[in-house]
C-alpha cells in the first residue's frame, strides 16, 4: 500500500503570519509595529484643560488623556476629579469624539456640564448601578459603534457589584467580589479599547493606606479602592490631592469659598514621566473649572527668563529686552499675545524639552514627596 505524502508547510512571511492569525482570532490583534495606527502607539490626546498637566503627562510633547487606553483620575475628597472629568469630556466633544457618562453618585445635572464647557444634550448619561452592568455596557458599545467613544466612569469606588447590592450589609459577605470583577473586565476591555480609539476614563478615591508597618505608611500614604491588580490596566494614573491649611482655598471678594489649589502627580505613567508633579486652582462656583493660564506663572518659576527683583518681575524675551510686572497683574499681561506667546515657549522649554533631554535639575520636575 503507496504511503501517502506528506506535505511540508512553507515558510510564511511576517504579513502572511499576521493575516494568519488575525483570520482566526476575528478581529485586528496582529499589527506592523512600524505603523503609526498600531494600538501600542498612542496618537491621539484629550487636552485635560490644563496646559502644565498637558506638558508633564508624556515625555517630550504636549499631551493630556491618551486615546486608545485607560487613564484613572484619583483624588481625595473634594479634590476636583469631577471638575477635571467634565472639563476633559468637553475636550473630547470638540474632538468630535462621543461622551458617555456613567454616574454611580446620582449627581451630574446639565448646569455642571454646561459651565464646564459640555454640550450636556450630546453626553450619554448612565446610572452605573453595578460594576458588572458598566462593564458590559462598555462592551457592548465598542462593539456596535464606529464612533470613538470616551466613558467616564464616576466613580469606581462607589459603584458596587451585584452581590454587594443583593447581598446584606456585612462586608465580608462579598469581601474581594468585586475586586475580582474589576480585574476580569477590565483586562477584556484593553484590547478592544485600543482597536477602536476609546477612551475610558475611570474616576476613583484617595484612601488613608491603613497598614501595620510604618516604613509602607511613609512611602504609601494614600490607596485606592478596587484591588491591586487593577492599576495594570492604566496607562495613567493622575491623583489629586490638597493642601489643608486656609490658603489651598480659593475665596471671592466676599470670602466665600469658590475653589481650591489642586496638588497633582503620576502615580503611574507609561510615557516616561512617572513622579513629575504639578499644581492649579479648580473653581466650582459659577464659574468651574481648571484655571490653567493662572498655573502657568508657577510653572515657569525656575526658568531664567523670569527673573525677580521685589515685587517685581521681568520676563525676559529671545532678543534680550525684558518687560516688567507684578505678579497681581499677571493675567492682565497675558492678554498681550506677545507676552502671551513668549509664556508658553518658555513653559515648553522648561517643563517639555528640558525634562526630555535630561538638562534640567530634576527637583524641578518632580516636586516634593508629601
Known sequence: MARKKEVKAGKLSIEQMRQLINKKAGMQVAHDLNDENNPT???????????????????????????????????????????????????????????????????????????????????????????????????????????????????????????????????????????????????????????????????????????????????????????????????????????????????????????NTVKIKLEKSRFGSQGRQCQFKILWGNKVGVQDEESWFDAIQSSNSLKRTGAWYELVYEDDTAEKFQSAKWMDKLEDSKFKNRVLQIMDEEIIRKFDERTGNASDFYGEEE
Not at 508597618?213 to 500614604?221: D, G, N, V
Open 41 to 259: 502607539n498612542v496618537t491621539d490626546w484629550i487636552p485635560t484643560g490644563s496646559r502644565w498637566l498637558d506638558s508633564i503627562v508624556c515625555r517630550g510633547k504636549l499631551s493630556g488623556v491618551p486615546v486608545g487606553k485607560i487613564t484613572e483620575i484619583a483624588g481625595l475628597e473634594s479634590s476636583g476629579k469631577s471638575y477635571m472629568a467634565a472639563q476633559i469630556a468637553a475636550n473630547a466633544q470638540k474632538k468630535g469624539i462621543d461622551v458617555v457618562y456613567f454616574d454611580s453618585e446620582s449627581a451630574l445635572d446639565n448646569s455642571f456640564l454646561e459651565r464646564s464647557g459640555c454640550e450636556a444634550s450630546k453626553i450619554l448619561y448612565v446610572q452605573a448601578t453595578s460594576v458588572e452592568f458598566v462593564l458590559e455596557t462598555i462592551e457592548e458599545l465598542l462593539k456596535s459603534n464606529d464612533n470613538r467613544m470616551l466613558f467616564v466612569w464616576d466613580s469606581l469606588a462607589l459603584t458596587p457589584s451585584i452581590s454587594d447590592v443583593e447581598g446584606d450589609f456585612n462586608p465580608q459577605s462579598t469581601m474581594a467580589v468585586k475586586a475580582r470583577i474589576l480585574s476580569k473586565g477590565m483586562s477584556k476591555l484593553l484590547v478592544s479599547i485600543a482597536n477602536t480609539q476609546s477612551t475610558l476614563l475611570v474616576l476613583n478615591q484617595l484612601k488613608a493606606n491603613i497598614t501595620r508597618s510604618p516604613s509602607e505608611a511613609l512611602t504609601t500614604p494614600y490607596m485606592t479602592p478596587g484591588g491591586k491588580t487593577l492599576i495594570y490596566s492604566y496607562s495613567l494614573r493622575i491623583w489629586l490631592t490638597r493642601p489643608k491649611a486656609k490658603a489651598s482655598y480659593v475665596y471671592d471678594d466676599k470670602e466665600y469659598r469658590i475653589g
